[in-house]
Structures are given as C-alpha cells and as structure tokens.
C-alpha cells in the first residue's frame, strides 16, 4: 500500500510539472511562453526545443505512471472469486422492507374530508 501511495504523489508531481510545462510553451497567441530575445542565454529556439523534449517525456511518465498504479488499484482490490449468480432463495433479514415493491394502500371507506381552517388555526389568514 505504500508504494501505492509513493506513486500516486510522483503522479501527482509529474502531472503539476507537465501543467506547468505546457503553460510556459509559446503559444500563436503569445500565451505565457518564456522564449525571449536572441540574446537571451539560451534563446528561444533553445527554450522551445527544450519544452517541446520535456512535454514528451513528462507526458510518457504521466501515462506509464496511471498505467502501473491501476494494475496495483486492481491487485489491491481484487476478490478471489466472482458470483454470477442471484442466490434467489436466500431469506432476507428480519425487519427489512422491499424498496423496489409497489406500495400497499390500506383499503379505506371513503377519504376523510379535511375540516375547514378556522381564522384562529391558520397563521396565515388576516
């Protein structure tokens, strides 16, 4: 489980740096891309090839990293067997109620009529 979790946070590492990889590319709009003049240290050849190299490979870790922490996901949490059958005889337990049954309405004479609101019982009559 720990490894597991080792993981998820490099993931989570990888993912924020690539975010921030790809913020800084230049964009056609201008976006908020570092390249600056040519006479800048590296320039922006320089800056847009080393973007471009680090998007692939954070892009490739991103997804080798998803892939193995789902395989561990389904490791961890697999079941020894699976049923693919409803045991219908099995006896439910005592005090449960059928949610999915139509509701019984007991049998009435006649709906009672409601009585009329006197000015004293309704808070809202004036």
Same mark, same amino acid.
């Given at each position: 489980m720990s490894?597991?979790?080792?993981?998820?946070?490099?993931?989570?590492?990888?993912?924020a740096t690539l975010v921030g990889v790809v913020l800084m590319q230049r964009s056609e709009g201008?976006?908020?891309g570092i390249g600056?003049?040519?006479?800048?240290?590296?320039g922006a050849r320089g800056a847009a090839d080393f973007l471009t190299r680090a998007t692939k490979w954070l892009a490739i870790a991103f997804v080798l990293l998803s892939i193995v922490l789902a395989a561990l996901a389904v490791r961890e949490s697999s079941v020894? &067997?699976?049923?693919? &059958?409803? *045991?219908?005889?099995?006896?439910?337990?005592?005090?449960?109620?059928?949610?999915?049954? *139509?509701p019984q309405v007991?049998?009435?004479?006649?709906?009672a009529e409601p009585t009329p609101a006197t000015p004293?019982?309704?808070p809202l009559a004036e």
């Amino acid at each position: 489980m720990s490894l597991f979790i080792f993981l998820t946070v490099i993931q989570a590492l990888v993912a924020a740096t690539l975010v921030g990889v790809v913020l800084m590319q230049r964009s056609e709009g201008g976006g908020l891309g570092i390249g600056g003049g040519s006479s800048s240290g590296i320039g922006a050849r320089g800056a847009a090839d080393f973007l471009t190299r680090a998007t692939k490979w954070l892009a490739i870790a991103f997804v080798l990293l998803s892939i193995v922490l789902a395989a561990l996901a389904v490791r961890e949490s697999s079941v020894g &067997t699976v049923s693919s &059958t409803l *045991e219908r005889g099995a006896n439910a337990p005592a005090g449960a109620t059928d949610l999915l049954a *139509e509701p019984q309405v007991p049998a009435q004479a006649a709906p009672a009529e409601p009585t009329p609101a006197t000015p004293a019982q309704d808070p809202l009559a004036e």
